[in-house]
């Protein structure tokens, strides 16, 4: 046990010795454990193995560890739901992820599926059926776990505990390699679909139109008079088992054989897709009228209301009224009905958990951008993901030329400091969406984020995206920045040169408001360290108009980039960095072979 343990502490993983799992309490560890989550050393491995009585050994999960918990003596029928998990996991994940996964099977004659991962959760249920009759204790106990995690502040017994063997000897968790986040959030969601409780469907099912007032809706009529089930099988979704309320489907084009692409829930009147190979967005529910709009009008939910608000779906509405001010009447109404439709509980109960609690320490800030100050030569970090960072300047000040160079400094990861900029992307996506350039200045552009960023000649970077959008309509651009990110994923950098552009008016108090909330809820919710280019205006010098004030307010820096008065350099100033001092400004340009440097 201790040479395991030893051997194990070795490749980089934390083990803490247990009691004997065959007697009462024996999963029980048999030391304080929590400290060694953190940091643990060979010596506290000797010391801790070297106790008597120990029974067993447990890996602590978190730090990059994170085990899926089969418990199948709460399945009704063991055998039958353990094969179509894993038939269902290895269709949907693939074979080369699949085998990559370790197996460990328990004492209790369940498994432990065990990968490495970047994604750091706590533990979490995942799957749940409803307890019977005779299996109840008592009026609380109304369900059985079937599939959970152990994540972060967890920990599994694993061999040589008595009880615990490798399903293939040939695999060993010092060989584990990582899976990806895309394939991890995979395993997540098979793993929900076998949930026979509903919990996966009370906080994924989206709501394209917030309804207030007393009257009923287009959508509201229609999702009563419809289900979701009639459109997708006409569309040939083919039905292939039932689990509790929830009827698994088959998408088009696969055969019964083949795995599952979602599955629709009696109860709720729902249907939760989970693959990716449709036209409908993995890992969420969808009523009736969202699966009509997807399936009739691409998901577009205005066109769809549209169409049936002409087939006298709803309440005739002399106007459209602006959802803002209609929920404002609302709850100041002294109508209690009024005032009931117009609110969401559900969603308030979410926003009133987040209450202070000076016991929960926040972590500490990472930064992944930083700049060398000209006079000290200290190194200053800028801001990390989720922060913003504006850099404003006139018409062909090289404000385009610094965001590339910030970009590059990222892209690098570390390698390469680019005009005082040094950053890591730490190995996430960077989008750059250009908004202005002709075609090849915008290839010129992005040649030099690659040539800053040591890339390989010919080489595209698999995490670099880049586009540009000169030729589409202000609202197509919008729309392609939501779109970009939740296609691409784990988008750590959005660089958008040109961000009026997005904006039908910057002049415009609520339009720029309501921009640049969107923009904060979508880059908070991606963790997106976001990077807006902007013109100044020419009048005042300042960032243009109401969009401008709304861009500085919720920035973590502004970069002000000027051109000299003979027009060979340009000069970067911060004009902030929040609770920082800000570096000294410093000289740019491009020297006689077209490079962009520093200069004295």
């Given at each position: ?24 309490d ?9 400290q ?5 050393t ?10 008597s ?116 000897n ?37 709501t ?143 926003i009133?958990?987040k ?9 500490d ?26 850099v ?100 750590g ?33 991606h ?59 410093f ?12 200069l004295?």
């Open positions: 046990m201790k040479k395991e343990a030893l051997r194990l502490h070795r490749s980089g993983l934390k083990v803490i010795p247990t009691n004997d799992p065959t007697k009462p024996g999963k029980k560890p048999l030391c304080r454990w929590k060694y989550q953190d940091k643990q060979e010596q506290d491995v000797k010391k801790l193995f070297d106790m009585g120990i029974g067993g050994m447990a890996l602590l999960t978190g730090k990059g560890i994170e085990v899926i918990d089969v418990d199948l003596k709460y399945a009704i029928n063991p055998d039958e739901f353990f094969t179509k998990f894993m038939d269902e996991l290895l269709d949907n994940i693939g074979l080369e992820t699949y085998q990559k996964l370790i197996l460990s099977k328990t004492i209790s004659g369940g498994y432990h599926i065990i990968y490495k991962t970047n994604i750091a959760e706590g533990n979490q249920k995942l799957a749940s059926r409803a307890t019977l009759d005779s299996e109840k204790k008592n009026d609380h106990d109304k369900t059985r776990v079937l599939l959970e995690t152990r994540g972060v502040g967890g920990y599994i017994l694993i061999p040589p505990t008595i009880g615990y063997q490798y399903d293939n040939k695999q060993t968790l010092t060989e584990m390699p990582n899976i990806s986040d895309w394939e991890r959030n995979k395993i997540i969601s098979v793993c929900k679909f076998f949930d026979e409780t509903n919990e996966i469907y009370t906080n994924t099912s989206p394209p139109i917030e309804v207030v007032g007393s009257h009923k809706t287009t959508i509201e009529a229609f999702n009563e008079s419809h289900t979701p089930r009639e459109f997708i099988e006409t569309a040939g979704w083919q039905f292939k088992y039932k689990i509790g309320d929830n009827l698994h489907f088959v998408r088009p084009g696969k055969t019964l054989r083949e795995g599952q692409g979602g599955c629709y829930n009696q109860d709720k009147k729902l249907f939760y897709v989970f693959t990716s190979s449709t036209g409908f967005e993995p890992g969420r529910a969808y009523n009736a009228f969202q699966v009509y709009s997807y399936l009739n009008h691409g998901g577009d939910y205005k066109k769809a209301a549209k169409v049936l608000y002409n087939l006298d779906y709803g309440d005739r509405l002399s106007k459209n009224r602006d959802s803002y001010n209609d929920k404002l009447a609302a709850l100041t109404s002294t109508n209690n009905a009024q005032k009931s439709k117009a609110s969401n509980e559900d969603r308030m109960n979410e009133f958990k209450r202070f609690d000076i016991n929960q320490v926040p972590k800030i990472e930064y992944v951008l930083f700049i060398k100050d000209k006079t000290t030569e200290e190194i200053i970090p800028i801001a990390s993901f989720g922060d913003w960072i504006t404003v300047g006139a018409a062909k000040s090289r404000k385009s030329a610094l965001s590339n160079s910030i970009a590059a400094s990222l892209l690098s990861e570390g390698l390469k400091t680019v005009l005082s900029f040094s950053g890591v992307l730490q190995g996430r996506n960077m989008i750059v969406i250009d908004t202005e350039q002709n075609e090849n200045d915008y290839w010129a552009s992005q040649k030099q984020i690659y040539k800053q960023a040591a890339v390989s000649a010919g080489i595209n970077p698999e995490n670099f995206y880049s586009f540009c959008l000169t030729d589409c309509r202000i609202s197509e651009r919008l729309e392609f920045v939501e779109y970009v990110m939740n296609r691409v994923g784990d988008v950098v959005l660089v958008l040169d040109g961000i009026v552009d997005i904006c039908e008016d910057y002049n415009d108090q609520k339009g720029s408001r309501r921009l640049i909330d969107h923009l904060k809820v979508l880059t908070a919710k963790k997106t360290l976001f990077m807006p280019v902007l013109h100044n205006a020419r009048s005042t010098g300042s960032a243009r108009g109401h969009l401008g004030t709304e861009l500085i307010n919720k920035s973590k820096a502004v970069i002000k980039v000027s051109k000299d008065t003979d027009q060979n350099h340009s000069n970067a100033e911060f004009e902030y960095i929040r609770g920082r001092q800000e570096p000294a400004d000289d740019f340009g491009h020297d006689t072979n077209g490079n962009l440097v520093l004295d």
